[in-house]
């Protein structure tokens, strides 16, 4: 089936760093990319929308200078949290939507715990 | 706008029993899909089921089946014969309206299966 490779499964970096997140669709072409947060035991907030050679589009609230998202092929997808702070520790997960991806649509990476001292 | 609401934030059930966790949701979409995820201590998004709103007939995967009322806005999942890898957090989700059809969640329900 449909799968989506996400790296790194975590990291852990020092306030004011840059961490990339990337997910790759490994079967299938990844037409749109959904992000999403998650604090502990709550639930997925979605962050931004990205479609493939396109801008992203954010949810109200995300900061988009904060969270790059980029889309450039039709296989990856990156988030970059630049200039982390504690607050931005949580755990990051993408869904890719795409052709020919089975799952009804919708296919999750493995997600992201950023941890940030 | 669309809305999805769980209102169980726990629950247990006996190994072997069978338990049903709630949602409603709030569309104005006549057609339409739903879906109950499930994300084990893993962390990773695991589809359980789906139903397809102009469907009548309810949507079920083995051990698991829903119970979907349209006209009340009701899609609960039913787990039957409840085993312990079933211990987990269940989502409800809803796609939003619009071209990128987002999914929109619940707040979830953490079930845990006791042996």
């Known amino acids: 089936g449909a799968v989506v490779s996400q790296h790194p499964s975590w990291v852990i970096c020092k306030s004011g760093t840059s961490v990339k997140i990337e997910c790759r669709s490994l079967?299938?072409?990844?037409?749109?990319m959904f992000w999403y947060r998650q604090f502990p035991k709550q639930s997925l907030m979605l962050m931004a929308t990205?479609?493939?050679?396109?801008?992203?589009?954010?949810e109200q609230g995300v900061e988009k200078d904060k969270f790059l998202i980029n889309h450039a092929s039709l296989t990856l997808s990156t988030l970059t949290v630049t200039s982390a702070h504690p607050e931005d520790s949580s755990f990051y997960i993408c869904?890719?939507?795409?052709?020919?991806?089975?799952?009804?649509?919708?296919?999750f990476g493995s997600g992201t715990r950023l941890t940030v001292v | 706008a669309q809305t999805v609401t769980q209102s169980q934030p726990e629950m247990s059930v006996q190994e072997a029993e069978t338990v049903t966790l709630s949602c409603t949701y709030d569309?104005?979409?006549?057609?339409?899909?739903l879906f109950w995820y499930k994300q084990p201590p893993s962390r990773q998004m695991i589809l359980v089921i789906r139903?397809?709103?102009?469907?009548?007939q309810n949507a079920t995967e083995n051990r698991f089946s829903v119970n979907f009322q349209k006209a009340a806005k009701s899609f609960s999942l039913k787990i039957s014969d409840s085993q312990l890898g079933d211990t987990a957090m269940y989502f409800c989700?809803?796609?939003?309206?619009?071209?990128?059809?987002?999914?929109?969640f619940g707040s979830g329900t953490q079930l845990t299966v006791l042996p």
């Open positions: 869904s890719a939507q795409g052709a020919g991806n089975g799952n009804y649509g919708y296919t």
């Open positions: 079967d299938f072409q990844a037409t749109t």
């Open positions: 990205s479609n493939e050679g396109s801008k992203a589009t954010y």
């Open positions: 569309t104005s979409e006549n057609n339409y899909y």
């Open positions: 139903q397809e709103a102009y469907k009548q």
């Open positions: 989700a809803l796609p939003l309206s619009g071209s990128a059809r987002q999914l929109t």
